[in-house]
């Protein structure tokens, strides 16, 4: 009978904290709930992700394959994205990051651009 | 990562679409600014986008020119990405279903425009200080 209520009290309807997924590119186990209580999709340490979900066609993905980071898109709000490509199939995901992503690779994205632009920058400076 | 010789000028892919066939000339009218803008572009021949406020249409799904898309929502500019080659590619984002799509800019694409997007991380205050400080 006291086997019974421990169980009964055990119930998880939320997954708990404690969950974990070994990063596919360098193999770092993450715990699935970052420092500010959100779910997380991507390894902190280097922010590659997995093509779990398919969107557009809806549901699971097949694909399975590592998906590694392109891009930083900054929202309205000034919160930050990360756009994930697959590198099997090209889907294009995008995810918000967390408190703890490596702020040197977020930052080497952001300054990517500007380390190749495609014209001159400098007539920019007379403007 | 394994350093690879530099491959030449990557091949763009193949575009079976024809835009005189069905009847809608080689221009198309932009869903944000109205500007007409002609198809043939310098430097891609997938042009998808106005070159004055890079908004694009949600027409095709997974390859160029399949106009398999039934969304037919406006796609806005969301962030710029850069190629291992050094190409910048413009990441637009379907203001109706959400579906992300890349695509090379074409050398009209209006500079400032690029600029300013590309731009858009680094004008936030607080974050690349933080990147310093984890140094």
């Given at each position: 009978m006291s086997t019974a209520n421990h169980n009964s009290g055990r119930?998880?309807?939320v997954p708990p904290r404690t969950d974990t997924f070994d990063c596919v590119r360098c193999g770092l186990t993450v715990t699935t709930v970052d420092p500010a209580g959100g779910r997380r999709n991507h390894c902190p340490s280097c922010l590659h992700s997995r093509?779990?979900?398919?969107?557009?066609?809806?549901?699971?993905?097949?694909?399975l394959a590592r998906m590694s980071p392109i891009s930083i898109a900054v929202l309205r709000s000034g919160d930050w994205m990360v756009v994930h490509r697959c590198i099997l199939c090209d889907e294009?995901?995008?995810?918000?990051?967390?408190?703890?992503d490596n702020q040197l690779i977020l930052i080497r994205m952001a300054v990517r651009p500007l380390a190749h632009p495609p014209f001159?920058?400098?007539?920019?400076?007379?403007? | 990562m394994a350093r690879r010789k530099p491959?030449?000028?990557r091949p763009q892919r193949?575009?079976?679409?024809?835009?005189?066939?069905?009847?809608?000339?080689?221009a198309f009218r932009c869903v944000g600014c109205r500007l007409d803008v002609p198809l043939l572009a310098p430097g891609t021949a997938?042009?998808?986008?106005?070159?004055?406020?890079?908004?694009s249409l949600h027409l095709d799904r997974r390859v160029p020119g399949?106009?398999?898309?039934?969304?037919?929502?406006r796609m806005s500019v969301l962030s710029m990405s850069v190629r291992a080659d050094g190409e910048w590619q413009l990441i637009h984002q379907c203001q109706s279903c959400g579906v992300l799509g890349a695509n090379r800019i074409a050398g009209d694409d209006n500079p400032l425009a690029l600029i300013r997007l590309a731009m858009r991380p680094l004008t936030d205050p607080t974050r690349p200080i933080r990147a310093l400080l984890t140094l």
């Open positions: 119930q998880h309807t093509h779990v979900l398919d969107r557009v066609e809806g549901g699971p993905s097949e694909c294009l995901t995008s995810n918000a990051i967390a408190p703890d001159p920058l400098e007539v920019f400076g007379e403007w | 491959a030449g000028r193949y575009k079976d679409v024809t835009h005189r066939r069905t009847g809608r000339g080689d997938h042009r998808n986008h106005c070159p004055h406020c890079l908004t399949d106009r398999a898309a039934d969304c037919r929502g």
